[in-house]
């Protein structure tokens, strides 16, 4: 008996092995696409579309380590359309890719001109561009779950800049 459950678990460790395709840059590009243009004149798009498309239903957008800073789908959808009003012409450009295993980290920049009031900074028609870094875990050729971090310090600080 001991014998047959250690060939069955040996079997469905090599199955896995075997099924198991490394994760090229090309692979990564064509998963995480969809999520990147929410970040590109996001209100052009349908936001909530893109996220099904690219993301698991489970999916979960974690700006820190604690699940309060975590969020899913719909209220993801309702954060990036919001970016899209207060910044139409936002774009990001994906700088820099690493795979490793099944994480995607993305180094990209984010340029935009909020159209009005921004985070209690005035509207002055000044335009903002900084580095953002992501971690994307990836499951299924989708996006599982992303760890994100941007600086808005300093777009804050540009935007206030005379």
């Not at 349908?46 to 698991?56: S, Y």
């Not at 900074?121 to 499951?139: A, C, E, L, N």
Request: charged share 25%.
């Amino acid at each position: 008996m001991k014998i047959a459950i250690l060939i069955t678990a040996i079997s469905l460790a090599a199955s896995t092995l075997a099924s198991a395709k490394s994760l090229t840059e090309a692979d990564a590009r064509k998963i995480i696409a969809p999520l990147y243009t929410n970040f590109t004149m996001p209100v052009k798009g349908d936001t909530k579309a893109l996220l099904e498309q690219g993301t698991t239903e489970d999916w979960q957008s974690c700006s820190g380590e604690d699940s309060k800073d975590c969020r899913g789908r719909e209220l993801s959808a309702k954060i990036f359309a919001g970016f899209g009003k207060a910044i139409p012409d936002m774009r990001h450009e994906i700088k820099e890719i690493i795979v490793v295993g099944d994480k995607v980290i993305v180094r990209g920049e984010l340029t935009g001109t909020p159209s009005g009031e921004f985070f209690g900074v005035p509207h002055s028609g000044k335009s903002f561009k900084i580095m953002v870094v992501d971690i994307q875990t990836i499951r299924g050729g989708k996006i599982a779950k992303t760890y994100h971090v941007e600086d808005w310090a300093s777009a804050l600080n540009q935007l206030r800049a005379k």
